[in-house]
């Protein structure tokens, strides 16, 4: 499962909520007093949360363990989820320690995500993301290959988007 969750981290980076821009909703002038009931698609929004993927992959590719964390809400329920039981890390330690062990699990700089399939929408200050995808990626020079299902949660705080959620789900033996 370190293979795919660490694969699957850096092809968040291809999750782009553009899949769904089909959805906007025009609000007259004014009437904004809250955030918005129905789920948005703002192209702003939607940079926003890219902006996001894209700090969390270079801090993974990079094994930059602070620039990865910055990326989760620090909140003691922050929760990155893999397949089975027990693959459950709750809270920034064991997120921090989860990572640790990733880090030793690939060859830098040889993942190669090839999502077919990706999705997500944003409310407020809250947005959520899915994709499936195929991942190819090497460890000590031997290539592999395998598919992901990928769901995260965001939310903005303090002006910055940061992960509440991450779960990465695989085939076993994929």
Same mark, same amino acid.
């Given at each position: 499962?370190?293979?795919?969750?660490?694969?699957?981290?850096?092809?968040?980076?291809?999750?782009?909520?553009?899949?769904?821009?089909?959805?906007?909703?025009?609000? &007259?002038?004014?009437?904004?007093?809250?955030?918005?009931?129905?789920?948005?698609?703002?192209?702003?929004?939607?940079?926003?949360?890219?902006?996001?993927?894209?700090?969390?992959?270079?801090?993974?590719?990079?094994?930059?363990?602070?620039?990865?964390? !910055?990326?989760?809400? &620090?909140?003691?329920?922050?929760?990155? +989820?893999?397949?089975?039981? %027990?693959?459950?890390?709750? %809270?920034?330690?064991?997120?921090?320690?989860?990572?640790?062990?990733?880090?030793?699990?690939?060859?830098?700089?040889?993942? !190669? &995500?090839?999502?077919?399939?990706?999705? %997500?929408?944003?409310?407020?200050?809250?947005?959520?993301?899915?994709?499936?995808?195929?991942?190819?990626?090497?460890?000590? %020079?031997?290539?592999?290959?395998?598919? +992901?299902?990928?769901?995260?949660?965001?939310?903005?705080?303090?002006?910055?988007?940061?992960?509440?959620? +991450?779960?990465?789900?695989?085939?076993?033996?994929?």
């Amino acid at each position: 499962m370190k293979r795919q969750l660490m694969a699957s981290s850096l092809i968040i980076l291809s999750l782009n909520l553009s899949a769904c821009q089909g959805q906007q909703s025009a609000t &007259p002038v004014g009437q904004m007093a809250s955030a918005p009931s129905t789920p948005q698609n703002d192209p702003k929004v939607v940079e926003e949360v890219r902006g996001l993927l894209q700090k969390h992959d270079t801090a993974l590719n990079d094994k930059n363990i602070e620039s990865l964390l !910055e990326t989760f809400a &620090p909140a003691p329920n922050t929760v990155v +989820l893999g397949t089975g039981p %027990g693959e459950r890390w709750v %809270g920034a330690d064991e997120i921090r320690k989860a990572y640790t062990e990733i880090f030793k699990d690939y060859d830098t700089g040889t993942v !190669e &995500p090839s999502c077919d399939w990706k999705t %997500g929408q944003h409310l407020g200050d809250m947005a959520w993301m899915a994709a499936t995808c195929q991942l190819k990626d090497s460890l000590k %020079g031997k290539k592999r290959e395998y598919h +992901l299902n990928i769901s995260a949660a965001a939310v903005k705080q303090d002006g910055k988007w940061r992960f509440t959620m +991450l779960h990465m789900s695989n085939v076993a033996g994929s």
